[in-house]
């Protein structure tokens, strides 16, 4: 089955690098997303990984995937203001995405 | 590139009254999704069309929601009668085929409040 299990809160102050986690269940995931809520707006995709790949990194983004534990975590580099939101991780089954709770970043000036 | 269009933004109901979600996905778009997100959690998937045609349902309550897609381009979602627990944003999101559900693009968003 599919079950995704996310942190909930994280403060950084601006520059810094921050790491959000997230644990799957569905092994047979094919892909691995974050997605990116800002108040008010749906979510964007930031960015997926493949499931045969340990690490995809996409400007100041790195996605790191441990599929043993099943874990997976999203690092932004040099954080800005504009990235306070909520991240969610989901993963992909039966063509159906399924989220975690989400993990609402706020960025200290 | 227009994005997915959703109305009405917000909506405030008693219980048991009706209410409607309109959506207009992203053109050339086969695959249009309805989610529903509670205050502190993710999206969850309420029910998946492939143009005109359900694809999945398994998670929808059929006994008070229901939804369609005429002519596989805009798509209704309706609650009646409308419960507490039915509060919450409603995402509609499209992607240009089943396969490639990783390319879902969402819309705002109605936020439903039911009193």
């Known amino acids: 089955g599919e079950d995704v299990e996310q942190s909930l809160f994280l403060s950084v102050r601006e520059g810094d690098s921050s790491v959000i986690n997230c644990t799957y269940t569905d092994s047979s995931s094919t892909y691995l997303y974050w997605y990116k809520q800002e108040p008010g707006a749906g979510l964007q995709l930031l960015t997926y990984?493949?499931?045969?790949?340990d690490m995809k990194q996409d400007q100041r983004l790195t996605v790191l995937l441990n599929k043993k534990d099943k874990h997976l975590s999203l690092r932004i580099a040099d954080t800005q203001t504009g990235d306070s939101a909520i991240y969610f991780c989901a993963e992909e089954g039966n063509n159906r995405l399924a989220f975690g709770k989400g993990n609402q970043v706020v960025v200290i000036p | 590139e227009a994005g997915v269009a959703q109305s009405p933004r917000y909506k405030i109901i008693e219980k048991r009254q009706s209410v409607a979600f309109w959506c207009n996905p992203i053109?050339?778009?086969?695959?249009l999704y309805w989610y529903q997100q509670i205050l502190g959690q993710g999206p969850k998937l309420l029910i998946q069309?492939?143009?005109?045609?359900?694809?999945?349902d398994s998670q929808l309550p059929k006994d008070r929601f229901s939804a369609e897609r005429l002519k596989g381009v805009d798509s209704t979602l309706k609650i009646q009668p409308a419960k507490l627990e039915d509060s919450a944003v409603y995402l509609c999101?499209?992607?240009?085929?089943?396969?490639?559900?990783?390319?879902?693009?969402f819309g705002p968003g109605t936020r439903l409040t039911v009193t």
């Open positions: 069309f492939q143009n005109n045609g359900v694809v999945d």
């Open positions: 990984i493949f499931s045969n790949m």
């Open positions: 999101a499209s992607s240009l085929a089943a396969e490639s559900s990783y390319e879902q693009y």
């Open positions: 053109s050339g778009h086969a695959t």
